[in-house]
């Protein structure tokens, strides 16, 4: 054969034995068989996001016609496969009525190669879940975990757990496969992302999937690509270039995990979110921040920079992104006036001026001496709640705790009132006390704890050591774990109504 003698004079004395060989066009392994497979996201048990075109990727030989058929399609689709062994198609899905809970399959076919199948495959709505160790917390571990994993057997939803990778480069291959929800399966997944899963399933009805990329520690620069970092002076400055001058950067990169390396930019973006940006969805949820807690402004513009970016990477319009405000922590100062926490979540909450994004507060949710407190359940609820009604136009569905519309100074009171389609069902506290966290500060610009009243839809506040307050705080401190909710159980927003600079 040719094949044969060429190789023999760029590799003498080879016996060639597991020599590759060229046949029709497409590669054969040693085994004989012709390279065809689906990208790794596509496999079975997946859910199909409805209602959306859909792309089919994956290896073929160089230059093979592949064709592409599914179940719920009368026409077969024939790509061509590139000089690479890379084909791309993309067909259409339906709309699926609520409980229709059909499964479908979809084959890939070329050349020699024997067809391909992904069987048990259902249509339904995809949703993408990133962040660190707080989303990343499985639901064997969080308040009554035993419990709900006993529960879990929910055969329409589906869920993808991606291993952790890193890369200098953008992947297109990712390990992990999509399994049906059991206590098995479920057990070991990110509990946000479950519990949000779940509640959309059970109240449209219809098929979900739920996709968990991230790792516990990450920072948001690590999700960025190199070139959009490079492109912005503020974050190539401030992260792209302090890590290419370090020793850092010339280290060979594995999948191994160090509390350092998920801090490093752009290497999580490529192996962890680059080999999803195919893949139809209808939007992402994101619970992070932890660690980049001393950054302000900064850290909006970061993740405004991430969310732009992941949008156009995906390609599939403005997707909705809803995320989570870090939940109280101490961080080892038990001074209940401390701040710098807050400033963080305030600089969490300035996300939301980007169109199309929504935020979950934990403030009533959290422990003020655990970073990562175990009540996951009302997390995952609240951003599937925010979803129901911006995403699904479920109008009626409440997912707004009570937002300061004005704060008004009369002498020694301060009078909060709140956006009426925020107290649906009035104002409460959770334990019946008076609402806490509250406090005033006069010209000087300190802040003394106020006693807080509620007064119909409105919360009446002051302070005996304040006799003409000028500025107001609500839960604007590190740990302040709240009480004071609506009507649907609903914490309230934490606010100030200064504008006085942090001080360090």
């Given at each position: 054969?040719?094949?044969?003698?060429?190789?023999?004079?760029?590799?003498?004395?080879?016996?060639?034995?597991?020599?590759?060989?060229?046949?029709?066009?497409s590669?054969?392994?040693?085994?004989?068989?012709?390279?065809?497979?689906f990208?790794?996201?596509?496999?079975?048990?997946?859910?199909?996001?409805?209602?959306?075109?859909?792309?089919?990727?994956?290896?073929?030989?160089?230059?093979?016609?592949?064709?592409?058929?599914?179940?719920?399609?009368?026409?077969?689709?024939?790509v061509?496969?590139?000089?690479?062994?890379?084909?791309?198609?993309?067909?259409?899905?339906?709309?699926?009525?609520?409980?229709?809970f059909?499964?479908h399959?979809?084959?890939?076919?070329?050349?020699?190669?024997?067809p391909?199948?992904?069987?048990?495959?259902?249509?339904?709505?995809?949703?993408?879940?990133?962040g660190?160790?707080?989303?990343?917390?499985?639901?064997?571990?969080?308040?009554?975990?035993?419990?709900?994993?006993?529960?879990?057997?929910?055969?329409?939803?589906?869920?993808?757990?991606?291993?952790?990778?890193?890369?200098?480069?953008?992947?297109?291959?990712?390990?992990?496969?999509?399994?049906?929800?059991?206590?098995?399966?479920?057990?070991?997944?990110?509990?946000?992302?479950?519990?949000f899963?779940?509640?959309?399933?059970?109240?449209?009805?219809?098929?979900?999937?739920?996709?968990?990329?991230?790792?516990?520690?990450?920072?948001?620069?690590?999700?960025?690509?190199?070139?959009?970092?490079?492109?912005?002076?503020?974050?190539?400055?401030?992260?792209?270039?302090?890590?290419?001058?370090?020793?850092?950067?010339?280290?060979?990169?594995?999948?191994?995990?160090?509390?350092?390396?998920?801090?490093?930019?752009?290497?999580?973006?490529?192996?962890?979110i680059?080999?999803?940006?195919?893949?139809s969805?209808?939007?992402?949820?994101?619970?992070?921040?932890?660690?980049?807690?001393?950054?302000?402004?900064?850290?909006t513009?970061?993740?405004?920079?991430?969310?732009?970016?992941?949008?156009?990477?995906?390609?599939?319009?403005?997707?909705?992104?809803?995320?989570?405000?870090?939940?109280?922590?101490?961080?080892?100062?038990?001074?209940?006036?401390?701040?710098?926490?807050?400033?963080?979540?305030?600089?969490?909450?300035?996300?939301?001026?980007?169109?199309?994004?929504?935020?979950?507060?934990?403030?009533?949710?959290?422990?003020?001496?655990?970073?990562?407190?175990?009540?996951?359940?009302?997390?995952?609820?609240?951003?599937?709640?925010?979803?129901?009604?911006?995403?699904?136009?479920?109008?009626?569905?409440m997912?707004?705790?009570?937002?300061?519309?004005?704060?008004?100074?009369?002498?020694?009171?301060?009078?909060?009132?709140?956006?009426?389609?925020?107290?649906?069902?009035?104002?409460?506290?959770?334990?019946?006390?008076?609402?806490?966290?509250?406090?005033?500060?006069?010209?000087?610009?300190?802040?003394?704890?106020?006693?807080?009243?509620?007064?119909?839809?409105?919360?009446?506040?002051?302070?005996?050591?304040?006799?003409?307050?000028?500025?107001?705080?609500?839960?604007?401190?590190?740990?302040?774990?709240?009480?004071?909710?609506?009507?649907n159980?609903?914490?309230?927003?934490?606010?100030?109504?200064?504008?006085?600079?942090?001080?360090?």
């Amino acid at each position: 054969m040719k094949i044969r003698s060429i190789l023999s004079k760029v590799m003498p004395g080879c016996r060639c034995w597991l020599i590759v060989f060229l046949m029709s066009g497409s590669f054969l392994w040693a085994s004989g068989q012709p390279v065809l497979r689906f990208a790794d996201v596509l496999t079975d048990n997946m859910v199909i996001q409805q209602n959306k075109p859909f792309t089919v990727w994956g290896k073929a030989g160089r230059y093979e016609p592949v064709k592409i058929e599914a179940d719920w399609l009368k026409t077969t689709l024939v790509v061509q496969a590139n000089d690479q062994g890379d084909f791309v198609g993309i067909i259409p899905v339906p709309r699926v009525q609520p409980g229709d809970f059909s499964e479908h399959t979809l084959q890939i076919s070329s050349g020699t190669a024997a067809p391909v199948v992904l069987r048990h495959i259902l249509i339904g709505e995809v949703w993408f879940c990133g962040g660190q160790s707080n989303m990343q917390s499985p639901v064997g571990d969080i308040l009554d975990g035993k419990t709900e994993v006993a529960k879990a057997d929910y055969r329409n939803i589906r869920l993808f757990n991606a291993a952790l990778n890193f890369s200098n480069t953008p992947l297109d291959y990712v390990k992990g496969q999509w399994v049906v929800c059991t206590p098995q399966t479920v057990e070991r997944f990110s509990a946000v992302a479950y519990f949000f899963a779940r509640q959309l399933h059970t109240t449209l009805n219809v098929p979900v999937g739920v996709i968990f990329s991230g790792i516990g520690a990450s920072a948001a620069q690590a999700y960025v690509p190199r070139e959009v970092l490079a492109a912005d002076p503020l974050l190539d400055s401030a992260y792209l270039q302090p890590y290419l001058t370090s020793e850092k950067s010339r280290e060979v990169i594995d999948g191994g995990f160090s509390f350092e390396k998920v801090t490093r930019p752009f290497l999580l973006y490529n192996a962890m979110i680059h080999p999803f940006v195919r893949l139809s969805i209808r939007g992402f949820c994101w619970y992070q921040g932890e660690s980049n807690r001393n950054e302000r402004g900064g850290y909006t513009h970061l993740m405004h920079t991430l969310i732009r970016s992941w949008r156009t990477d995906f390609a599939q319009g403005e997707l909705p992104f809803y995320f989570v405000q870090v939940a109280p922590f101490f961080w080892d100062q038990e001074n209940p006036q401390l701040a710098d926490y807050a400033f963080f979540r305030e600089a969490q909450a300035n996300i939301l001026k980007l169109d199309n994004t929504g935020m979950v507060l934990t403030m009533d949710v959290g422990e003020a001496k655990d970073l990562h407190p175990k009540n996951k359940k009302p997390v995952g609820i609240r951003l599937a709640l925010t979803a129901l009604h911006r995403t699904y136009n479920q109008l009626s569905v409440m997912y707004q705790g009570p937002q300061m519309k004005t704060v008004t100074f009369d002498k020694s009171t301060a009078l909060v009132t709140y956006l009426p389609e925020t107290v649906a069902g009035g104002l409460r506290t959770k334990d019946g006390s008076a609402p806490k966290f509250f406090s005033l500060a006069g010209a000087d610009g300190m802040f003394y704890p106020a006693e807080a009243v509620i007064v119909g839809s409105q919360v009446k506040v002051r302070s005996a050591k304040v006799k003409r307050p000028v500025a107001l705080r609500y839960a604007f401190t590190n740990y302040a774990v709240t009480n004071l909710e609506n009507g649907n159980g609903l914490p309230a927003v934490p606010f100030r109504t200064d504008s006085w600079r942090e001080q360090k």
